[in-house]
């Protein structure tokens, strides 16, 4: 093996800053959860053990003299997974310790708040479409605002020619360390440092990019066209490749879902590939034979027929005329539910005459009876059939329970 100065690329008379430097790029890249090529778990190991030598004066001190040698004479064991930890915080087991592997705890905060972290959320809007446009198809033109990584400096925060700036919050390590007195014990914890978010380098005012200011993201508002096929469904999407937001520790953008969503109509629905529509008509057609021209969403216009009578919430079927099925090929029914409209008065010859043509109810001997006037009313009579079997299941339960 190398020896320890030669592993972490650095000089004989290294300070401790950058030690750690070198040691944090070198770790990140080097762990075997990170990095899954076979010499990853060997090389990572040989880093720790460089480190913790070379960052312990007393052990530094033995190593420039004697050697890997005097080391082993003087019993400095070294555990490399120990290094890790004490130097990236967390528990032990690595990265899969610290809750949850790469995502969590302070290296998971680290790794993310970085420049590791490749490609943007996604981003999803709801389009509000109506029952005509799913069964013709349509086209919309509509303005999307979203972030994008700014063009004049390339994402990067800086105007022409500048260049970042050591942090001098962290000294360019990218994590803060606070020492705790916790009885007779001291703990060392570490964190990304918040001024750097732990990147080690900042963008002063004087380098800042004029046109993102130095936050290496701008807002930029571009027309779209999409086509709605005909036969779209609700939760159908149109995805548009890095329409998402751009975040400024990403080089990726994510995708922008632009997911259908059905407008409910009072009058149609949708049931599978079916047209539901309710329709209403006269009592003289209910009674006579029906004869309406009835107005497609497609804008076609149909001459409905049918000659007997219609009794209420009667349901017709035509076929043929509902949504197409963009898999199959096929075309779903057109189904009316018919509601019979009545009229709100008669005068006494319109009613003598009903009387006279349609059939009598017998009629029993009313002298006896009294006589009562029942008065229109606007309320809920549907029955709470739920609640009723919730509480025969709940005392069902019960009962067994107690069997």
Known sequence: MSNYYEILGVQRDVNDTELKKKYRKLALKWHPDKNKSEEASAKFKNINEAYSVLSDSNKRDIYDKYGKEGLENHGSGINPNDI???????????????????????????????????????????????????INGSKRVFNISHKIHCKKCNGNGLKEGASVSTCTNCSGAGICQVVRQIGPMRMNQQFPCNVCNGEGAIINNIDKCTKCDGKKITSITEQISIKIDK???????????????????TNETGDLYLIFKEIPSKYMSRKDDNLIVKQSILLSDALTGLSIVYLHPDNEKILIEYNDIIKPDSVFILKNKGFYNKKTSNIGDLIFNFEIIFPK???????????????KRPVENTEKMECYTIEPANIDISPNIKEEYEDLDKEGIQQCAQQ
């Open 345 to 359: 008065k008669l005068d006494t010859t319109r009613k003598d005459l009903i009387k006279k043509l349609l059939p």
């Open 84 to 134: 890790f930890q004490q130097f990236f915080g967390g528990m032990p087991g690595g990265f899969g310790g610290m809750a949850g592997g790469l995502g969590g705890g302070v290296f998971g905060e680290m790794f993310t708040r970085g420049h590791q972290q490749r490609k943007s959320p996604d981003k999803r809007i709801e389009i509000a479409l109506s029952i005509p446009e799913m």
């Open 231 to 249: 036969g779209s469904r609700q939760g159908e999407y149109i995805m548009l490749r890095d329409m998402a937001d751009a975040t400024e520790n």
